[in-house]
């Protein structure tokens, strides 16, 4: 163990368990008392080893000790304190504060009230089948987002379309028949046919030539009782036949030029249509088998299962459309009359309040306006269209919430307005009570405290006005929105370059 004060040796001895001195008789030397010491100067206590050294009290020891200590640790405080008080000489008034401000601005807006209305979704469908069969899959189920442009084309279910599918490959086949035949009407005889119809002709001219001149040699033996009657008729009917024979080669050579008639044409092409539509009109049922969302939404119900036979028109599932949704409200019809259509609206939905938009605010449009009241309560039907957020997929806004909506009903009027972030709240009752803005004094910017009493809320800003006609509060002036938690009022400032727009 080290002294505990500097200059004294280890190796020191006690007289025994009883005593409480440390003895050094062997060590030669003392304490020099020639130095000023400790409290005296910054310099310690000197030893001189060549004159014997006394016997010095521990408990002596530990309160000399403590004493320097508690002296050292004085002598620091005031000299920081010293140190302290110089600074704040030397720096002069504080450094400015670094704030944002935007403008005050002045804007029309008539009076205002607030209905409360229900979400709603801007289309609901209950989606049937159109045809009859038994269910083979089921694709889509309740709380599943659907969109009909996806790959999956909005799939719900799926009704096995095998019987449909071999009666559509039949209808295939008689549109092709169909088409093939009119092809062949349209281009007419090839020109091998009519090569054989022309023979035909030669043939029966050659044959009728032959029996004509056989006729009048038969006819001059007849003449000169050659010849039979019997024989003579004989072979005039056979000049006849053939006569008949040749003409009819020459009618049938002459239509082979001619080509097809438009009528068989014509008769080619409706039995073709025919087909055609068949066909269609297949394709159409096996597209109904695979039962699809007529528009993006999400499927809230579905009321079959893969195996289920079911009718045709029976449901099979039921989705809504959520962006945009529908708040429906009811107006008195003191004041349906100032509700105009696509007239915009404030409209808040606590439910609907996310991260960056804490109060549920949102802005709608009058959509529709019923023109027939409620016989009970006087009120007519307003629904609001908004658009919807979505969050991690979801949307933000859902049928069936509770929605304040703030219509216009009055005249308008001149208000200031402010950013939500330039009022101050109070401490103890959380409510708007002031904000700061900004004077020029002397080449300064000061922040200087109003009181000041809200108003209605228009998206991201207040109405405000000061409390008393003494207060000056106009449009233009600049009002501090950040950096004005801790200021006081008359406390110098420094406006950053590009302030934030309200």
């Known amino acids: 163990m080290e002294s505990l004060i500097r200059g004294i040796p280890t190796g020191y001895r006690t007289p025994g368990a009883a005593g409480r001195f ?14 000023p010491g400790v ?11 060549s004159r014997p050294m006394p016997v010095v009290c521990l408990e002596h020891t530990l309160m000399l000790r403590f004493s320097i200590i508690r002296w050292c640790l004085l002598a620091s405080a005031v000299a920081g304190l010293a140190g302290f008080s110089a600074g704040v000489c030397d720096a002069g008034e504080p450094a400015p504060v670094l704030v944002r401000a935007v403008p005050v601005v002045r804007t029309a807006v008539a009076a205002t009230r607030t209905f409360v209305g229900t979400v709603e979704p801007a289309r609901r469908s209950v989606i049937g089948s159109p045809v009859a069969g038994r269910v083979r899959t089921v694709f889509a189920e309740e709380g599943d987002a659907i969109d009909p442009d996806d790959e999956g084309g909005g799939r719900i279910v799926e009704i096995d379309p095998r019987l449909v599918q071999i009666q559509l490959a039949a209808a295939v086949a008689d549109r092709d028949a169909a088409f093939h035949e009119l092809d062949e009407l349209r281009k007419g005889p ?20 032959r029996e004509d001149r056989r006729l009048q040699r038969l006819e001059k033996l007849f003449a000169r009782d050659s010849a039979g009657r019997s024989e003579l008729d004989e072979v005039r009917a056979a000049a006849q036949a053939a006569e008949q ?34 066909v269609r ?16 939404g999400y499927v809230v119900s579905r009321t079959t299962e893969a195996g289920v036979w079911i009718r045709q028109g029976d449901p099979v599932a ?27 609206v404030s409209v808040q939905i606590p439910a609907a309040a996310t991260d960056d938009n804490a109060a549920g605010d949102f802005s709608g ?4 306006i019923v023109p027939s009241a409620d016989s009970r309560t006087r009120s007519f039907p307003v629904r609001i269209r908004l658009a919807n957020r979505f969050v991690e997929g979801l949307p933000v806004i859902r049928p ?25 709240l109070d401490g103890l009752s959380g409510a708007a009570t002031s904000i700061f803005v900004v004077e020029f004094q002397e080449n300064r910017a000061v922040a200087r405290r109003i009181p000041v009493r809200t108003g209605r809320t228009h998206s991201d800003l207040v109405e405000v006005r000061p409390p008393d006609e003494g207060q000056r509060l106009s449009e233009g002036m600049l009002v501090i929105t950040e950096g004005n938690e801790r200021l006081q009022s008359g406390q110098t400032i420094r406006i950053a370059e590009e302030p934030v727009r309200g």
């Open 22 to 35: 440390i003895g050094v008789p062997e060590a030669e030397g003392t304490i020099s008392k020639s130095e």
């Open 190 to 209: 090839r020109q091998i046919v009519i090569d054989r119809l022309r023979a035909e002709v030669q043939r029966a001219q050659i044959r009728f030539e």
């Open 400 to 424: 069936g919430m509770m929605a304040h909506i703030i219509l216009p009903v009055g005249e308008l009027n001149d208000v200031l307005l402010v950013p939500r972030d330039a009022l101050i």
């Open 281 to 296: 009109r297949y394709e159409t049922l096996l597209d109904d088998h695979t039962i699809c969302a007529p528009f993006r």
């Open 39 to 49: 409290l005296g100067s910054h310099r310690p206590y000197s030893v001189d080893w």
């Open 365 to 368: 449009t009058v959509h529709r």
């Open 318 to 344: 039921e989705i809504i459309e959520v962006d945009p949704v529908e708040i429906r409200a009811a107006v008195p019809e003191s004041v349906i009359a100032s509700v105009h259509r696509s007239e915009s």
């Open 245 to 278: 024979t040749k003409v009819i080669a020459e009618l049938l050579h002459h239509e082979a030029l001619q080509g097809t008639r438009p009528e068989k044409i014509a008769q080619a092409e409706a039995r073709l249509a025919r087909a055609q539509e068949e």
